[in-house]
């Protein structure tokens, strides 16, 4: 048996997901009053048939697109949107390159076209996606615009890759696209050094990655203040014992505030850490 | 979008792990100190192909084989073969019949062949699977001696039904197989009925199974006593509050009691109810 890419993509999305503490997140702990750890577990099955897709070498846009109608179809609401957009073309990379490199994942992106990005906009149709104000030169592609935005997008002729890439200043999974996945690679690196058993290493990952960059989503709800905030909070705690980082994970669920981009990257580093060898 | 079946199973295997309290099983707030939370997921994961093998129209006995071997690979140890040996059934008849009926379960049993038992017993070269020893007259086929037993399977010319109904006697999977899966219907029925979150629900049904029938795993590791004084205790707690549940789930671990057999029958159940309406 070999472990197949779109199911080491699919186990990242089950390990992230129960990992705990994980403060502001939904974890095997913790259920956010609407989002239930269920949810998470219906999303990363249904998100199944587009991870296949895209290990079967479909356009990244279809694979997507695919991976975000079935996530939304089981989970009934968004549970992994920005981390399928991670894992999408992450899983493409190795499926055509046959190992998952920095290089790699940006040939893909880099051969990214304008059909793959009418296919993200199409995505943006199966669930509400919480993002920011887009760029003053991007109203005409405001992704909340979902499906409505393609002829503007095909009239100006932009690319998936060039579509992600204009977010970047406010939304931390399209800065991955933008810098050739460098937090995802490094957050890789750190979960397979570690000796701990694999569900604490991937807890102190996010805590880390945390307190490396206030988390975009948090930014977009609560603004910048609070996502600086947080994580201040978790460069104090990222030696703390587990008590105290517990009893921070519940404040931030009670209050919440939720760091969904560093979860995202957390998935998206977890898939290069098992294709790389944690699971063989 | 539609909820196609090999998705329904392995949501289903996911729904029964996380489900608490699940007296005695790893379940989202307890570990085993050999058999973490971790490694369902992994096995879950493992076992897709299989299940995508059976939605497809392969023989029972290979899709089995298939779903035990990645179950296993991504595992590490034996998580699910209960659970498979009823999934693996149900995901044919699901995809031959169009949607799961006992009828339908009985026509692939009932179709079953000499190689489809000879993968079953090339299943058991995957991993460790606890089980009771065989009817007298099945020595020479006793599962636990693996692809040694096929030569005299084949001379002797059993089909994978009739290997498995044999076992009906001290297996309370194999009796699923023998009574046309009548308990993981019933209890099908009572998943889809309830008006709980659905992980109560499933709580609740573990506990009944419990409570109705001694645990064929755990009367194989510890004694028939044990099995039905188990089963006294959770008849008495079905309308416990939730606090006395947990308690004696917490007990059972620590006593290294698991009721692996009822969480199997559990996990189809789940998949019975997902295929017939729970999702969509």
């Not at 503490?21 to 949810?39: A, T």
């Not at 790699?104 to 149709?125: G, K, N």
């Not at 509400?128 to 615009?145: E, G, K, M, Q, S």
Request: aromatic share 4%.
């Amino acid at each position: 048996v070999t472990c197949d890419v779109a199911s080491d993509a699919q186990l990242a999305l089950l390990l992230e997901l129960a990992a705990t503490p994980k403060p502001g997140n939904v974890d095997r702990e913790r259920d956010h009053p609407d989002l239930r750890f269920e949810q998470f577990l219906a999303g990363a099955v249904g998100a199944r048939a587009g991870l296949d897709a895209a290990a079967a070498g479909a356009p990244v846009g279809i694979a997507f697109e695919t991976a975000v109608d079935g996530m939304a179809a089981r989970a009934q609401d968004n549970t992994q949107f920005g981390a399928l957009l991670l894992l999408t073309p992450l899983v493409s990379a190795a499926a055509i390159a046959g190992e998952v490199t920095r290089t790699a994942a940006v040939d893909v992106l880099e051969a990214t076209t304008v059909d793959d990005a009418a296919q993200f906009y199409r995505a943006f149709e199966h669930t509400d996606v919480r993002v920011a104000d887009p760029p003053a030169d991007f109203t005409d592609l405001d992704v909340r615009r979902g499906a409505d935005a393609i002829p503007a997008l095909r009239s100006r002729g932009l690319t998936l890759s060039e579509v992600v890439v204009a977010s970047a200043p406010a939304d931390g999974v399209a800065r991955e696209w933008a810098t050739d996945f460098e937090r995802t690679f490094d957050a890789a690196d750190a979960l397979r050094k570690g000796t701990a058993p694999l569900p604490a290493r991937i807890s102190e990952t996010f805590l880390r990655l945390l307190a490396d960059a206030p988390d975009a989503l948090v930014a977009a709800r609560h603004g910048r203040d609070v996502a600086e905030r947080v994580s201040e909070r978790a460069a104090e705690l990222v030696d703390a014992d587990r008590a105290t980082v517990d009893a921070w994970a519940d404040d931030l669920v009670e209050a919440g505030i939720n760091p969904g981009t560093t979860a995202d990257i957390v998935a998206a580093a977890l898939f290069v850490a098992l294709s790389r060898g944690l699971c063989r």
